[in-house]
């Protein structure tokens, strides 16, 4: 089975903190992806990756940035975090078209 | 504005009967389609999909239905079970957007014993 893993399952951080969001997965996919789940709005696509070092801004990518150094892992960084980044992450990573892995999540809360 | 739209942001059904979960979607070149499903505390898994040249994909108990002319999908579940109860996402992507997803807002579905 494909496993996708997420570092925290729950965050708490203050306004203006750098935060990190950590993701592996260990199928070998070229394709990751950081999205960002709200009620009502469901995924809303941050940044997605096709390969190593490469990244590309995705629906909602203001107020964050990705690192992907090697194929496996996908990081998620929170430059200077604020309230409205309050959410539930979700990693996922994909082979082909349309087929992703989630993660299980992380609940970022941010006072 | 969002181009896949699900309308119903809850649905209560009695197990036994059939749950049936919409999804409307605006953008034309959209022509594959998938359903997932997602309990509290853990991510979407992949439940069922359907290609723009079928209009209906059956898997068990799940049954995507697609109709091109009215942009609209919909997810039938019979019958319905207690464990079924969790929050359903439709998502659409285009072959001329790589491999793009683009989700709706979710419908958080309950069965009730």
């Known amino acids: 089975d494909v496993k996708v893993t997420q570092s925290s399952r729950y965050l708490v951080k203050r306004t203006g903190e750098k935060v990190f969001l950590e993701c592996v997965q260990d199928?070998?996919?070229?394709?990751m992806f950081w999205y960002r789940q709200d009620p009502g709005l469901g995924l809303r696509l941050i940044y997605f990756s096709y390969d190593v070092k490469m990244k590309e801004k995705g629906d909602i990518p203001e107020g964050y940035s990705v690192s992907r150094e090697k194929k496996e892992r996908f990081s998620l960084i929170l430059e200077s975090a604020s309230t409205n980044q309050t959410s539930m992450y979700l990693c996922?990573?994909?082979?082909?078209?349309?087929?992703?892995?989630f993660g299980s999540g992380t609940q970022l809360s941010v006072l | 504005d969002q181009q896949v739209k699900q309308n119903s942001p809850s649905l209560s059904v009695q197990e036994g009967r059939i749950s049936i979960l919409n999804c409307d979607y605006t953008n034309s070149m959209f022509d594959y389609f998938l359903w997932y499903k997602k309990y509290p505390a853990e991510g979407p898994t992949f439940l069922i999909s359907i290609s723009s040249i079928k209009d209906k994909n059956e898997d068990g108990r799940f049954t995507v239905f697609l109709n091109k002319s009215a942009k609209h999908l919909s997810l039938h579940i019979v019958p319905s079970q207690p464990g079924d109860s969790a929050v359903y996402f439709c998502a659409a992507s285009a072959t001329n957007a790589g491999n793009m997803l683009t989700f709706g807002g979710g419908t958080r579905l309950m069965v009730k014993p």
């Open positions: 996922a990573s994909s082979p082909t078209r349309g087929t992703r892995f």
């Open positions: 199928m070998d996919h070229e394709n």
